[in-house]
């Protein structure tokens, strides 16, 4: 019998000729090839690996520790007024500059981390904060020792140890990268749930002096530690094999936008929903007080929102490795509304244990929605800068949001009306969301 490779016909191909030359964009199997061994190269270098989940660890302790920045004006305040023997008004000048340099040096030392990689300005905060805390405790007076807090404690402390970090982690975690963003940005509820109360015993116990000495010998021995785990470089980079992967990552208009247009959309965004999240979170306080309940039970309430915005944050994260940024984004701020209205009805003691407990659920998910978005339409090069931008937009509208509230009372005196112009605000994150959420395209598939 005739063998069967016999009888079949030779194929016959055409010579190739002009037209079938690839076009100039065309994806090659070579190109494919180059970024799989690109990609994994990245996974063994530590990407979704046992080190980047230490990494992440020490990440997470980094900024509850560094911070401290935030909160440490707010327990000392009466204390350095009675010392000082000035205002109200001009003993809370040192923590508006502390904000304003935090912001600043959120973009600052984002681009620091994207240029020189996040150990430089990790060892720029470690250095800073416990240079500022002991520059702190020596000040003879007001103005040198609100210099302190904004330039070493706000501008190159704390800024330098939080979106950086928040960048970073998403760096080396792919398919759950959401769930590391959230724990990443964990670090300031942790720092704001563990330090006042330590804080202040130290104040009780040894002074404001001697707290804010011993504090900055604490950063310094405990954080230098930490960063050094840090010092190895992101494993994942712009993947340029002839620049085929990025342009199948990253659109050049995401959303029909220019990038910075898109940069600026999330900006306003993260002002507008912080604008709404801070008339409960800076003034449950004083709602309490004039309510007739105490500044002790609106410290617990505050202290109730702020632990289960941790529970929110977390959730959040297994949330956006599945539905990515944008429609976390939507649902968060949906929630966020639902919440903040329930401020309305309910002002017995009891129901607004309950609300604030629902508010910081609802709400904590808002703040790690933008840096996966950022992460989903910028290359990784970028991070850093885009995510300290938007991440510093968020506490201006912490800033606007906790004075115009304030203001907003004085004219009323009632919370309700600064309830309703939170919820317009956050109407408008709302709908920058569902704009986006209904324009989207694919999640990029090289990170």
């Given at each position: ?14 010579a ?50 560094g ?13 350095v ?5 000035i ?6 000048l ?11 040096g ?60 928040v ?5 080396w ?55 050094l785990?840090l ?30 247009a ?36 609106g ?57 604030s ?80 959420l ?10």
């Open positions: 019998m005739m063998p069967v490779r016999s009888i079949l016909p030779r194929p016959r191909f055409p190739p000729g002009p037209r079938a030359r690839l076009a100039p964009n065309a994806v090659t199997a070579k190109d494919r090839k180059v970024t799989q061994h690109m990609r994994v190269a990245a996974a063994a270098d530590g990407v979704e690996s046992a080190y980047a989940w230490r990494r992440l660890a020490a990440a997470v302790a980094i900024s509850t520790i911070g401290i920045g935030l909160w440490s004006l707010v327990v000392a305040l009466p204390t007024q009675q010392e000082f023997a205002a109200r008004g001009d003993a809370s040192p923590y508006t500059l502390t904000m304003l340099g935090f912001m600043a959120g973009v600052i030392m984002g681009r620091l981390a994207d240029r020189h990689g996040v150990i430089v300005p990790a060892l720029i905060g470690t250095v800073s904060l416990a240079i500022g805390y002991v520059g702190a405790a020596f000040a003879t007076g007001l103005w040198r020792f609100a210099l302190v807090y904004a330039v070493l404690i706000g501008m190159l402390g704390s800024s330098a140890v939080f979106a950086p970090l960048a970073d982690s998403s760096h975690f792919d398919r759950r990268r959401g769930i590391a963003v959230a724990l990443a940005s964990c670090g300031s509820y942790f720092a704001g749930a563990l330090w006042p109360p330590v804080l202040q015993a130290m104040i009780d116990a040894w002074g404001w002096r001697q707290a804010h000495l011993a504090v900055g010998i604490f950063c310094l021995v405990t954080m230098l530690p930490l960063t785990v010092r190895r470089r992101s494993p994942i980079r712009d993947m340029r094999p002839g620049g085929v992967a990025t342009s199948i990552a990253y659109p050049a208009r995401p959303f029909g936008l220019s990038p910075n898109l940069q600026g959309l999330l900006m306003f965004a993260g002002f507008s929903c912080c604008v709404a999240m801070a008339m409960p979170q800076v003034h449950i306080v004083a709602h309490c007080v004039d309510l007739g309940y105490g500044a002790a039970r410290a617990e309430m505050l202290s109730v929102m702020l632990a289960t915005g941790v529970i929110s944050r977390l959730a959040s994260g297994f949330i956006m490795d599945r539905v990515g940024g944008v429609a976390t984004l939507l649902l968060f701020a949906s929630l966020q509304a639902v919440a903040l209205a329930l401020f309305i009805p309910f002002d017995g003691l009891a129901s607004l244990y309950v609300v407990a629902v508010f910081g659920l609802f709400q904590g998910g808002l703040v790690p929605s933008y840096a996966i978005i950022v992460r989903e339409c910028f290359p990784p090069r970028q991070a850093g800068t885009r995510v300290g931008l938007v991440l510093s937009s968020t506490l201006a509208g912490m800033a606007f949001g906790g004075w115009v509230s304030g203001a907003i009372f004085d004219a009323t005196a009632s919370y309700q009306m600064a309830v309703v112009h939170g919820i317009l605000w956050n109407l408008l994150t709302m709908a920058i969301a569902l704009w986006m209904q324009r989207r395209q694919p999640r990029p598939a090289l990170a």
